[in-house]
Structure formats: structure tokens, C-alpha cells
């Protein structure tokens, strides 16, 4: 059998040789390791057990190989045995919530339309914005690679009950009207 290579794309039984993952709480667990020979009680005693990866930018990490994965990635393999087709998406918005239950395979426009507010929106709604010029309060939604503009409205309320009922219908399942 030919030894695989660490360019080689990493398995579903490699990947559950390695780490251990919890589908309740969406945490991989370094496993024992028996086949590193001499080094494998101190690899064991440190890392065995312990939680693996780190948070960046909200994603939980994880070092395989010299390689970088995202967690929720890991999750699709790990459950499924493949990987998922499109980017994966976190139903609850929550990037290091990796409980399976809260995953599913999500192309990237869908993925941008469960998006949470942005972090600098001041109207308080997602997708409203004051027009000044206008003094008029308007709204706006995206949905596959397409602006649409909703119209002018007189409160940010209207503005925003226009912008949810266009995110239901054009966002469907992966509306997020928050």
C-alpha cells in the first residue's frame, strides 16, 4: 500500500484516526496516539484529550498535517465521510458553533444571506439606511450577486418590515432578519 502523502487530501478515517468530535457540542478532541512509537507518551501526555484548534476571526482552526482547516469543515468529513460540496454555513450565525445540528452545506451567496447586522449599521436594521438628502428611510437586500432596492419609506419600521418580507422570499431558509 502506498504511504500517503502530507499534500495528499486528508480522509474521513484519517481525520477520525486523529480527532474525536463531539456532535452535541461541535468540540474535536485530539485522540492517542500509538503509531508515533518512542514519541508517542509524550505526545500523548500533552495533547491526548485536549481540545483541538484555535479562534480566529470567530472560526474554530485546526492543524493537520501542516495543513489549516476550518472546524466546521472537519465536521462535514467527520459525519459524513465527505467533504461538504459547496462552503458550509452556521444556521445560528455563531462561527465557532460547530454542533452538527447547527451546520449545513451552503453555497457562498447563501452563507452571505444568514449574515448578521453589520457591526457599524446605526439604524439598528439590517439592510435600512437614512437617506438624508431625501429624509427618507431606505431599504435595500441582496440575494445572489443581485442589489435590489425596495423603496423609500417614511420610518425605519416600514423600511425594515419591506426588507424582511424581501428577505423571506428572496432568502428563503437563509433569510436572517436581524
Known amino acids: 500500500m502506498a504511504k500517503t502523502r502530507l499534500d495528499d487530501p486528508l480522509t474521513a478515517d484519517q481525520l477520525r484516526t486523529l480527532l474525536d468530535y463531539n456532535h452535541e457540542t461541535g468540540v474535536f478532541r485530539w ?23 484555535t479562534s480566529q476571526h470567530g472560526y474554530i482552526q485546526i492543524m493537520i498535517n501542516g495543513t489549516l482547516y476550518l472546524g466546521h469543515r472537519l465536521a462535514f468529513l467527520w459525519v459524513t465521510g ?40 446605526t439604524t439598528g ?10 429624509d427618507q428611510w431606505v431599504a435595500n437586500i441582496e440575494a445572489n450577486g443581485k442589489k435590489h432596492h425596495l423603496g423609500y419609506f417614511p420610518t425605519p419600521e416600514a423600511a425594515k418590515l419591506a426588507r424582511d418580507a424581501a428577505a423571506d422570499l428572496l432568502h428563503g431558509e437563509f433569510a436572517r432578519n436581524e
Not at 457562498?108 to 449574515?115: A, D, I, K, P
Open 31 to 53: 485522540r492517542r496516539r500509538d503509531q508515533l512509537g518512542h514519541y508517542a507518551r509524550t505526545w500523548n501526555t500533552r495533547y491526548a484529550g485536549t481540545v483541538a484548534g
Open 82 to 121: 465527505n467533504w461538504p460540496e459547496f462552503e458550509g454555513d452556521h444556521i445560528d450565525g455563531d462561527p465557532a458553533n460547530n454542533r452538527w445540528d447547527n451546520l449545513r452545506d451552503a453555497t457562498r451567496s447563501q452563507g452571505l444571506m444568514n449574515t448578521r447586522r453589520r457591526s457599524d449599521n
Open 125 to 134: 436594521y439590517k439592510g435600512v439606511w437614512l437617506d438624508k438628502r431625501r
